[in-house]
């Protein structure tokens, strides 16, 4: 046995204990991704701390499963020869001597005497290493029975393990220094309990403005150092909502539908404005990817019908299913039926995909059915949608479309058909794929396409009775430069008419049932174009037989611009009919009647213009004045809580902007009302408000300033002289 086979079989026995070992690592790790991709999808990304360690432990299976490869990786040669001169003692010691060249005689003698043992043994076909993996199924095992009690088992709601931050009210009016016997909040707790369609549990907000879901209660609890007078809760200046008294602890709960602005009076000292925004309850929206919103089923395919969506919602879908309508029938015998269809779900319970297939048979239709079908689903709320209306149509094979001679009478328009366009379709079809079919194979395809050609010339051909192949194409069945002779065995009669006879001069105007060529009603021009047609169908259809196809697409594109030209000059028009007045005599008419019984309509009609938040631009007067005398009134109070009424409006639409100059407000009133100094700062804040409030003035035309210099005057002057 030679040294290269010797280091085949060690690299083998290597092969195999990395791979051994891969394997149990890999378990490992799975385990570790599965618990952390089990906690994700039960809890969706709503407890931070259980997003974080869910990650945790799948980057932590990850990285492990890199560095065990690493590691393993790194076994060499050198340790496997070392570990079967432990597992055969027949080795000698000396499997290492197979690694490298002998040096003198007695390590080639070893080294023949070691290959040859080595060969004998086979230690590539036995077990030669033992790995436990008993410890590796083991976490397989309890990581998919923890996983599955994660999924599917119910688990209690889990509670925030952050305390709250403390929430803090701001009362601007307040003086700095309070006596020791003035009433102060200590705590203040405000719960917010979601409604139940939402599936969400009791929080504690940590911020005095609050954004709830729609129809969820908010508790307030207020804590005092000594009992108080009264506590109130203001809601954009509706009547104050008294809080419930238990020694210094105070409570109130109310629902919230619609955004609000309050604020807490603590026996008369206000605090500042808050803002309430609701979370609106989205309704459903469906997406629907597949079918198209129209589809036509044509013969010979399959009936039926792959339908795909996606449903989602904020909080959750309740009930989802499709409503179909079959159609039967045609016209007054026309029948419906309306069926409701369950939809195959998979997802969780804000999302979820469909992919359904509708057998169109089991639904009872066939040819010239339609089916109408639209999705619709309600969430765990009042959110209500449905989808646009699909439609399915299976073509109709059973119409009979009536014979060119059964409307000969009516229409005398011919029968026109698209196999003309299809023999295009295909001829250049099989151009494209001339390289990659045989010869054999492209000829007897040219060869089909020009007998499909010659089907439709003779089709065409019966609209010129032509009803045998005889005088139809180029010449009329004459080869061009063909000589007449009078011994070549027809007749020549026609040629020798007189032109002057009776015959002759009515020949163009009479109509032949027995000739092919006049057997039609059609004009001269159809039948010449029709002829024209047939022509070009004859030259295509040569081509095509002679294995030219490239050749006759030319002709094949002539003869249908052809049949498209005769089917645009066979439309009819009719013109309207109706009553025709008599033209009038205008120049005797004319400014001829009397006026003195006609009286010019009057009406007088008082407009007033709508004035946009009247307040606020009163307000924004006062302002100025204040701001040029620094005097104010105690009464001035009144109109800024009534522009403030408009500010706090334009709050509860836009939440979080102009809030900070709500409070300012509320603070320049307070100051008016105890004759203080107003706050420079607030004033800046509110002004500003305001003007942004106002809406943007109207343009209006202006007068152009031109300046021109004294050459440009110079010239005008002139000019108008």
């Known amino acids: 046995?030679?040294?290269?086979?010797?280091?085949?079989?060690?690299?083998?026995?290597?092969?195999?204990?990395?791979?051994?070992?891969?394997?149990?690592?890999?378990?490992?790790?799975?385990?570790?991704?599965?618990?952390?991709?089990?906690?994700?999808?039960?809890?969706?990304?709503?407890?931070?701390?259980?997003?974080?360690?869910?990650?945790?432990?799948?980057?932590?299976?990850?990285?492990?499963?890199?560095?065990?490869?690493?590691?393993?990786?790194?076994?060499?040669?050198?340790?496997?020869?070392?570990?079967?001169?432990?597992?055969?003692?027949?080795?000698?010691?000396?499997?290492?001597?197979?690694?490298?060249?002998?040096?003198?005689?007695?390590?080639?003698?070893?080294?023949?005497?070691?290959?040859?043992?080595?060969?004998?043994?086979?230690?590539?076909?036995?077990?030669?290493?033992?790995?436990?993996?008993?410890?590796?199924?083991?976490?397989?095992?309890?990581?998919?029975?923890?996983?599955?009690?994660?999924?599917?088992?119910?688990?209690?709601?889990?509670?925030?393990?952050?305390?709250?931050?403390?929430?803090?009210l701001e009362f601007p009016g307040q003086p700095a220094a309070v006596a020791d016997t003035a009433v102060k909040i200590e705590r203040i707790e405000i719960t917010v309990n979601p409604p139940a369609y939402t599936g969400k549990q009791p929080y504690r907000a940590d911020n005095p403005n609050l954004r709830?879901?729609?129809?969820?209660?908010?508790?307030?609890?207020?804590?005092?150092?000594?009992?108080?007078?009264?506590?109130?809760?203001?809601?954009?200046?509706?009547?104050?909502?008294?809080?419930?008294?238990?020694?210094?602890?105070?409570?109130?709960?109310?629902?919230?539908?619609?955004?609000?602005?309050?604020?807490?009076?603590?026996?008369?000292?206000?605090?500042?404005?808050?803002?309430?925004?609701?979370?609106?309850?989205?309704?459903?929206?469906?997406?629907?990817?597949?079918?198209?919103?129209?589809?036509?089923?044509?013969?010979?395919?399959?009936?039926?019908?792959?339908?795909?969506?996606?449903?989602?919602?904020?909080?959750?879908?309740?009930?989802?299913?499709?409503?179909?309508?079959?159609?039967?029938?045609?016209?007054?015998?026309?029948?419906?039926?309306?069926?409701?269809?369950?939809?195959?779900?998979?997802?969780?319970?804000?999302?979820?995909s469909l992919s359904q297939t509708l057998d169109l048979q089991k639904m009872g239709m066939t040819y010239g059915d339609e089916l109408y079908f639209y999705l619709q689903a309600w969430d765990n709320h009042r959110g209500y949608t449905r989808s646009e209306t699909y439609f399915v149509q299976i073509e109709d094979t059973t119409i009979v479309e009536a014979s060119f001679d059964m409307s000969m009478g009516v229409n005398p328009v011919p029968e026109y058909f698209r196999s003309q366009r299809q023999i295009i379709i295909d001829t250049e079809k099989l151009l494209k794929e001339q390289q990659s079919i045989s010869r054999a194979v492209f000829e007897e395809r040219s060869n089909n396409l020009g007998v499909d050609q010659k089907l439709l010339r003779l089709r065409y051909g019966k609209f010129l009775g032509e009803e045998f192949e005889s005088g139809i194409g180029p010449g009329g069945g004459i080869p061009e430069g063909a000589e007449h002779h009078d011994d070549d065995g027809h007749d020549h009669g026609q040629q020798q008419e007189n032109p002057n006879s009776p015959e002759a001069l009515l020949d163009p105007y009479i109509h032949k049932h027995d000739q092919e060529d006049e057997a039609t009603i059609f004009e001269p021009a159809v039948k010449a174009k029709l002829k024209g047609a047939l022509a070009q169908m004859w030259e295509a259809e040569l081509r095509l037989r002679t294995h030219k196809p490239k050749d006759a697409l030319p002709y094949e594109y002539k003869a249908l611009r052809m049949l498209k030209e005769v089917q645009q000059s066979q439309r009819a028009y009719v013109a309207k009919t109706g009553f025709e007045a008599p033209p009038l005599k205008e120049p005797e008419l004319r400014l001829s009647g009397e006026l003195d019984k006609i009286t010019a309509s009057s009406e007088r009609k008082v407009i007033e213009q709508e004035q946009k938040l009247p307040h606020t631009q009163t307000a924004l007067q006062w302002l100025a004045k204040y701001k040029q005398s620094g005097k104010y009134k105690p009464s001035d109070a009144a109109l800024l809580e009534k522009a403030g009424r408009e500010l706090a409006q334009e709050v509860l639409n836009k939440p979080g902007q102009n809030l900070r100059a709500l409070q300012d407000l509320r603070k320049l009133i307070t100051e008016i009302k105890a004759g203080e100094k107003l706050c420079s700062s607030c004033l800046i804040s509110v002004e500003r408000a305001w003007v942004n409030l106002l809406p943007e003035a109207e343009k209006t035309p202006q007068p152009q300033q031109t300046v021109r210099s004294k050459l440009a005057k110079d010239y005008m002057k002139r000019l108008e002289e």
Request: with cysteine; proline share 4%.
């Open 1 to 168: 046995m030679s040294q290269l086979e010797s280091i085949h079989i060690l690299q083998r026995i290597r092969r195999q204990y990395v791979q051994a070992k891969m394997w149990l690592y890999a378990l490992q790790a799975l385990a570790a991704i599965l618990l952390g991709t089990a906690i994700l999808w039960r809890w969706q990304w709503e407890v931070p701390l259980l997003v974080v360690t869910a990650l945790a432990i799948m980057l932590c299976g990850i990285l492990y499963f890199a560095l065990a490869w690493k590691s393993t990786y790194k076994t060499d040669l050198q340790q496997v020869a070392r570990h079967l001169n432990r597992q055969y003692p027949q080795l000698e010691e000396s499997t290492a001597l197979l690694l490298h060249e002998p040096r003198n005689l007695l390590e080639r003698l070893q080294q023949k005497k070691i290959a040859t043992i080595l060969q004998e043994l086979h230690p590539e076909q036995q077990k030669t290493f033992r790995i436990r993996g008993l410890a590796s199924y083991l976490a397989l095992g309890l990581a998919l029975l923890v996983s599955a009690g994660i999924l599917y088992l119910p688990a209690a709601p889990l509670a925030s393990m952050a305390e709250p931050a403390k929430v803090k």
């Open 212 to 352: 709830v879901e729609e129809g969820a209660t908010v508790s307030w609890r207020i804590e005092t150092n000594r009992p108080a007078k009264q506590i109130q809760l203001e809601l954009n200046e509706q009547k104050p909502l008294s809080f419930k008294a238990q020694g210094t602890s105070y409570t109130l709960s109310r629902s919230f539908t619609a955004s609000a602005l309050y604020t807490i009076n603590l026996d008369g000292q206000k605090s500042a404005f808050y803002t309430l925004e609701i979370i609106p309850d989205n309704a459903p929206v469906i997406q629907i990817q597949k079918p198209e919103q129209y589809t036509e089923i044509l013969f010979g395919e399959p009936q039926r019908v792959k339908l795909q969506a996606r449903l989602t919602d904020d909080y959750g879908i309740r009930e989802a299913n499709m409503i179909a309508t079959v159609a039967k029938g045609t016209g007054e015998a026309v029948k419906f039926r309306e069926e409701k269809i369950k939809l195959n779900l998979n997802g969780s319970r804000r999302s979820y």
